[in-house]
């Protein structure tokens, strides 16, 4: 069994609704003729906005 301390579980919750967040923002912008660099931007934007940091990628 894995136990999360209080902690943990708080920055989960944070991370969850920030991806939440961008999710949505993007989804909302995705449209016929949209550029996805478009979509990007926005969702950067969003991600931005709720003062975090983007993870490179693997």
Same mark, same amino acid.
């Given at each position: 069994?894995?136990?999360?301390?209080?902690?943990?579980? +708080?920055?989960? %919750?944070? @991370?969850? +609704?920030?991806?939440?967040?961008?999710? %949505?923002? @993007?989804?909302? !912008?995705?449209?016929?003729? !949209?550029?996805?660099?478009?979509?990007? @931007?926005? @969702? &950067?934007?969003?991600?931005?906005?709720?003062?975090? +940091?983007?993870?490179? +990628? &693997?």
């Amino acid at each position: 069994m894995l136990i999360k301390l209080p902690g943990e579980l +708080a920055l989960m %919750q944070e @991370a969850c +609704a920030i991806a939440e967040a961008v999710t %949505q923002s @993007a989804i909302d !912008v995705v449209h016929r003729g !949209v550029r996805e660099l478009d979509v990007r @931007a926005d @969702a &950067m934007h969003t991600l931005f906005r709720h003062d975090a +940091a983007p993870v490179a +990628a &693997m």
